[in-house]
């Protein structure tokens, strides 16, 4: 019986984006925000709560597997972003507004040449 089930719901999956790293975080934070409604009774918690299960479930349903890759892309580049925010500074280029990451060092200014444009600039760290 379970079998059954199983391939009905392997044959509506077909063509469905499914679960990834977004969906994944969208669903926990619901699950934490669940938590916090318990202790916090507010209406817009639990709005929160709804809001992000069916977006979570709309995008794991979606046929637009082109979309949501590219959420989860942007999702996977700002997880990053953050994790490089401990050991890089980040800076832009005043000419060509080039995004640069830099090292953090232990002094107080450095000199940028930007690989795009070789403008050079000075900025405090």
């Excluded at 817009?44 to 069916?54: K, Q």
């Excluded at 994790?83 to 200014?109: A, D, E, M, N, W």
Aim: proline share 2%; charged share 25%; glycine share 4%.
């Amino acid at each position: 019986m379970f079998s059954k089930w199983k391939e009905k719901l392997r044959q509506f999956m077909i063509g469905r984006y499914g679960v990834d790293d977004f969906s994944k975080f969208l669903l926990g934070a619901a699950i934490a925000l669940i938590v916090l409604s318990i202790f916090i009774h507010n209406i817009i918690f639990e709005l929160l709560i709804l809001l992000l299960l069916v977006y979570t479930y709309y995008r794991m349903f979606s046929k637009n597997i082109s979309a949501r890759y590219r959420e989860n892309q942007k999702y996977q580049l700002t997880v990053t972003h953050i994790k490089q925010l401990r050991t890089h500074h980040f800076y832009r280029c005043p000419q060509c507004r080039q995004k640069i990451r830099v090292p953090r060092s232990g002094g107080k200014r450095v000199e940028i040449t930007c690989p795009k444009c070789k403008t050079k600039f000075i900025k405090k760290i």
